[in-house]
């Protein structure tokens, strides 16, 4: 009985008058043949406004069809509501600045999302920027670590107040960064690519990884929180205006916003690298990262043009696509290429690949 209400619930929509959820997947009717005219995204503040742009074209595409939904939640928080279960009150998209987690699989299969869909849509990089009229920075992973890592090298507290402090060739200005939470997908880049490359430059950290791999994302990626980084929610515009408003501070956000903001904001390169279209579509900036997004197999049939807005996302992901106009690098060839197939033949993820 259990398996019928399920099926039934997604196949619902001919047969029961739809019903439009609201963010908290409120059920104003009850029962379990419910189901929405609307696509439900939720997560990444970074493939935020490429969604957004999306169900813009589809939207134009597809006439009487009603805008998707998108909601900027954090990649962390989009992965936690896309895993609570199948069915009308839950997204049938996750956003995401960076890949699914094995956990987080994990519990969507705990949960009943067992067919999961993931699509690689672009590239993004992890951009440094100050104001316009900030002091010329120039960083490097190690310099980031060793200024915004909370327990440095395991050897205590971190003491730096000024750049200077870090490293003699910075300006001697206050460490003042802002950034993104800790469910953001940009917060877990910010540590992966960032954090982590800054930490393995003491080599016993890489022995202490090998020791115990707690106490090594301990010391290598928790962040200070004694006010020299700010955590400034899943606004990455909140970021910018921050940055107008304190000539001295060092925000952390998607280069697609660095790109939008170049009147008022420029850039701070790492390892000598600037954050551009070129550097990023390569690979050579080293806070590139993919964009993903995660689909409920399951939800394909039963909500209206989930199947469409796929298809539009593929249609203007290439170099000279929408996408790329709106910020959104790029991703090579060979992977937008795969990327096509898996909208088509909706290529379930092989959860095993996971970290």
């Known amino acids: 009985m259990e398996v019928s209400v399920k099926t039934f619930a997604l196949l619902a929509a001919t047969t029961v008058s739809v019903l439009s959820l609201s ?67 839950y997204p049938d998209i996750a956003d995401a600045s960076r890949r699914m987690k094995k956990a987080e699989y994990e519990q969507c299969a705990a949960n009943g999302v067992k067919d999961i869909v993931e699509i690689q849509i672009g590239v993004d990089g992890l951009a440094f920027a100050e104001s316009n009229k900030g002091p010329g920075l120039k960083l490097t992973p190690k310099i980031v670590y060793e200024a915004l890592a909370a327990n440095p090298y395991g050897k205590g ?3 730096a107040q000024t750049w ?33 490359k800054g930490c393995q430059s003491d080599e016993a950290m890489k022995a202490l990884k090998e020791k115990s791999e707690d106490e090594y994302k301990a010391t290598c990626t928790r962040v200070r929180e004694d006010g ?40 701070v390169s790492i390892n000598g690298v600037e954050a551009t279209y070129e550097t990023v579509s390569t690979g050579q900036y080293p806070g590139a990262r993919p964009l993903y997004i995660y689909v409920k197999k399951a939800h394909m049939q039963a909500i209206p043009g989930l199947q469409g807005f796929l298809n539009a996302f593929a249609a203007n ?8 106009k709106r910020g959104m690098v790029a991703a090579p060839e060979d992977v937008r290429k795969k990327s096509a197939e898996i909208v088509k033949a909706l290529t379930v993820l092989d959860g095993s690949q996971l970290k």
């Not at 998707?68 to 009150?89: D, H, N, R, W, Y």
């Not at 402090?165 to 540590?191: E, K, M, Q, W, Y």
């Not at 992901?317 to 790329?324: E, R, S, V, Y």
């Open 157 to 159: 507290p971190n003491k």
């Open 317 to 324: 992901w290439n170099p000279d696509g929408a996408l790329t």
């Open 164 to 196: 200077k402090d870090v490293d003699p060739s910075l300006p001697a200005i206050a460490i003042s960064v802002f950034g993104p939470p800790s469910t953001s997908g940009t917060r877990d880049s910010l540590a992966e690519l960032i954090l982590e």
């Open 228 to 267: 020299k980084y700010v955590d400034s929610g899943e606004n990455d515009n909140l970021i910018v205006q921050k940055l107008g408003a304190n000539p001295n501070a060092v925000g952390v956000f998607g280069f697609s916003f660095l790109e939008e903001n170049k009147d008022t904001l420029k850039d």
């Open 23 to 89: 963010a908290c997947g409120d059920q104003s009717s009850g029962g379990a043949g419910q189901t929405r005219d609307q696509i439900r995204a939720v997560g990444s503040s970074t493939v935020y406004p490429f969604a957004t742009a999306v169900a813009e074209l589809f939207v134009q595409g597809n006439a009487g069809m009603k805008s998707p939904i998108i909601e900027s939640t954090g990649t962390g928080g989009g992965m936690k509501l896309f895993c609570a279960g199948v069915g009308a009150q």
